[in-house]
């Protein structure tokens, strides 16, 4: 099984049930996990408090918006 112990990685994703089970799933193989948060101002203010080693993100969230910008 994958070791992810001391990595930090950021969740968007505006499915709470989705979101939630890849937070647990992370988690369960040691990563520290920021999020899920369903919206790029929610990722921006996380990244702005530490930046993550790896970012899990949606392409298209919560109510139309699309994360291109959030990603580049």
């Given at each position: 099984m994958t070791n992810l112990s001391g990595?930090?990685?950021l969740v968007v994703e505006d499915?709470?049930?989705?979101?939630?089970?890849?937070k647990s799933l992370l988690r369960s193989v040691g990563a520290e996990v920021a999020g899920p948060?369903?919206?790029c101002a929610e990722?921006?203010?996380l990244i702005a408090e530490q930046v993550p080693?790896?970012?899990?993100?949606d392409f298209n969230l919560r109510g139309g918006e699309l994360a291109f910008d959030?990603?580049?």
């Amino acid at each position: 099984m994958t070791n992810l112990s001391g990595q930090r990685i950021l969740v968007v994703e505006d499915s709470w049930h989705l979101g939630v089970a890849l937070k647990s799933l992370l988690r369960s193989v040691g990563a520290e996990v920021a999020g899920p948060v369903a919206t790029c101002a929610e990722a921006e203010r996380l990244i702005a408090e530490q930046v993550p080693d790896v970012a899990i993100v949606d392409f298209n969230l919560r109510g139309g918006e699309l994360a291109f910008d959030l990603i580049d």
